[in-house]
Structure formats: structure tokens, C-alpha cells
């Protein structure tokens, strides 16, 4: 897959990621209190997506005992990524993360927030700003020149700082003709570390901050992983483009 995109491949993979935009800010948010299931979540994702002439593109996904079944990964408290819509209910003090995946025109989008369910307590307030803000500097560590390892330097570095750890099992990526491209964008390093941030790449920066240890484990649904110590995770993710040298969020709304 071509790590370099063209300015056209950029407004498609942009149009994409728009759909996840619309569904943060503005679809999902009246729905997410409590009584609400994971899987009547994910079927008022799955609406929309379509809706706008998109696929879902998490549902088909090959995993250990076969596809993922839904539209988008909803991840609850323990859970850092993948987990599997369900009958899961959601209640007071949870925090939800949503990975979601789209593909319009052969085009893919790739974004994920972390939400609040009411009233949540002091730590889980600060994990999720904590992991926004861990975000936002990974995105704008991501300017051409640097390398990735700066990147995840610069993630790992703000995070521990504050006293929570990130995930290293799992890591950001390219985006954009496919839904994982090269290269893999981990969310610790070392700085001059790494490939070459260049005009054109398209990545996914997406730090996953656990509240304790970093170690995780896979529930028997082969999809689903939580911390190894039962504490909360979250994730917050945007795909970028490197554009005249610096970083452009295509995942956030216009």
C-alpha cells in the first residue's frame, strides 16, 4: 500500500471520516445514557453510516474465531479496544469508547472517542482527558521531518506523567486506500526514532491509556481486550493528513 496519498485521495479519505464526525458530535451523543445496550449503539451507528451511501467497515473484519459481527467496536470501562456489541447495558458512571471504521468511495475514515455515561468519578475524568490530550500532542508531533518515534515519545512521555500507562499491544497506523496500512504508529518510543514523517501520509493516531498497568488480555470472544488488572481504559483517535508539512485532522467536522 502507498504511504503517499495525492491532495484527491485526501478529500476522499476526508469524506469518509466526516460520517464518524457527524456520529460523535452530533448522532450519538442524545443516546449514550443510561439503560441504552451496546448493540442498540451500534445499530443506530450502523444506520447512519449507511444512510450517507458508506459501509461499515468493522463488520466482515477476520479475527481468531472469525469476522467481527457489528459495525463498531464499543469498548466499556475495563475494556481498552474491540469489544463486541452485546446486551451489555450501560448505566451511570461508565465510560464508552467507539472505534468506528468507515468506507465511502473506496475511501476509508478511522476515529474513536471515549464518552462519559452521566456522572463519572475524579480518575475516570482524568483518564479520558488525559488520553485526549495525549491526542492531540501525538498529532502535533506529527509534523513532516519528525519521525514517528517522536510521535509515540511524545504520546508515552505525557501520559506517564500523569500517572496512567499506554497500551502496547496496539498502536496507530496508516489509513485511507484500506482500513490498517503501514506504517504502525506505536504510542511509546524513542525520539529520532522510526520512519519519516513525509507530506501525503495519512495516519491514525490513536492513543490507548489504561489507568493502571499497561498489560492487557483477550476475552474468549477473541476480540475483546481489557486491562490485565480490571481498570478503566480509554481511546481517542483521529485520522490526519500531513499536508504543506503539518498535520490536518480529516476526522473532525468542518
Same mark, same amino acid.
Given at each position: 500500500?502507498?504511504?503517499? @496519498?495525492?491532495?484527491?485521495?485526501?478529500?476522499?479519505?476526508? @469524506?469518509?471520516?466526516?460520517?464518524?464526525?457527524?456520529?460523535?458530535? $452530533?448522532?450519538?451523543?442524545?443516546?449514550?445514557?443510561?439503560?441504552?445496550?451496546?448493540?442498540?449503539?451500534?445499530?443506530?451507528?450502523?444506520?447512519?453510516?449507511?444512510?450517507?451511501?458508506?459501509?461499515?467497515?468493522?463488520?466482515?473484519?477476520?479475527?481468531?474465531?472469525?469476522?467481527?459481527?457489528?459495525?463498531?467496536?464499543?469498548?466499556?470501562?475495563?475494556?481498552?479496544?474491540?469489544?463486541?456489541?452485546?446486551?451489555?447495558?450501560?448505566?451511570?458512571?461508565?465510560?464508552?469508547?467507539?472505534?468506528?471504521?468507515?468506507?465511502?468511495?473506496?475511501?476509508?475514515? $478511522?476515529?474513536?472517542?471515549?464518552?462519559?455515561? &452521566?456522572?463519572?468519578?475524579? #480518575?475516570?475524568?482524568?483518564?479520558?482527558?488525559?488520553?485526549? @490530550? %495525549?491526542?492531540?500532542?501525538?498529532?502535533?508531533?506529527?509534523?513532516?521531518?519528525?519521525?514517528?518515534?517522536?510521535?509515540?515519545?511524545?504520546?508515552?512521555?505525557?501520559? #506517564?506523567?500523569? $500517572?496512567?500507562?499506554?497500551?502496547?499491544?496496539?498502536?496507530?497506523?496508516?489509513?485511507?486506500?484500506?482500513?490498517?496500512?503501514?506504517?504502525?504508529?506505536?504510542?511509546?518510543?524513542?525520539? &529520532?526514532?522510526?520512519?519519516?514523517?513525509?507530506?501525503?501520509?495519512?495516519?491514525?493516531?490513536?492513543?490507548?491509556?489504561? %489507568?493502571?498497568?499497561?498489560?492487557?488480555?483477550?476475552?474468549?470472544?477473541?476480540?475483546?481486550?481489557?486491562?490485565?488488572?480490571?481498570?478503566?481504559?480509554?481511546?481517542? #483517535?483521529?485520522?490526519?493528513?500531513?499536508?504543506?508539512? @503539518?498535520?490536518?485532522?480529516?476526522? #473532525?467536522?468542518?
Amino acid at each position: 500500500m502507498r504511504l503517499i @496519498k495525492t491532495l484527491d485521495e485526501i478529500k476522499g479519505i476526508r @469524506k469518509a471520516n466526516q460520517i464518524i464526525a457527524k456520529i460523535y458530535t $452530533d448522532i450519538i451523543p442524545p443516546y449514550l445514557k443510561p439503560g441504552i445496550t451496546t448493540r442498540e449503539i451500534d445499530r443506530i451507528i450502523d444506520e447512519y453510516i449507511r444512510s450517507c451511501g458508506a459501509r461499515p467497515a468493522c463488520i466482515g473484519v477476520e479475527g481468531i474465531y472469525g469476522p467481527f459481527p457489528a459495525a463498531t467496536c464499543i469498548s466499556v470501562n475495563e475494556e481498552v479496544v474491540h469489544g463486541v456489541p452485546g446486551d451489555r447495558v450501560i448505566k451511570e458512571g461508565d465510560i464508552v469508547s467507539l472505534d468506528t471504521v468507515t468506507e465511502l468511495d473506496g475511501y476509508y475514515g $478511522d476515529s474513536a472517542r471515549t464518552f462519559p455515561i &452521566g456522572i463519572i468519578d475524579d #480518575e475516570s475524568r482524568k483518564l479520558l482527558e488525559v488520553t485526549e @490530550k %495525549a491526542r492531540e500532542i501525538g498529532i502535533q508531533t506529527a509534523v513532516a521531518g519528525n519521525r514517528l518515534g517522536d510521535v509515540g515519545h511524545a504520546i508515552q512521555t505525557f501520559v #506517564e506523567q500523569n $500517572d496512567f500507562s499506554v497500551v502496547r499491544d496496539f498502536a496507530g497506523h496508516g489509513v485511507g486506500l484500506a482500513l490498517h496500512e503501514e506504517p504502525m504508529i506505536p504510542n511509546y518510543g524513542r525520539k &529520532g526514532r522510526g520512519l519519516k514523517i513525509e507530506n501525503g501520509m495519512v495516519l491514525a493516531i490513536e492513543p490507548m491509556v489504561n %489507568a493502571g498497568t499497561y498489560k492487557i488480555a483477550m476475552l474468549p470472544d477473541g476480540w475483546t481486550i481489557i486491562t490485565r488488572d480490571g481498570k478503566r481504559s480509554a481511546h481517542f #483517535e483521529h485520522s490526519i493528513a500531513i499536508i504543506d508539512g @503539518k498535520p490536518v485532522i480529516l476526522s #473532525e467536522l468542518d
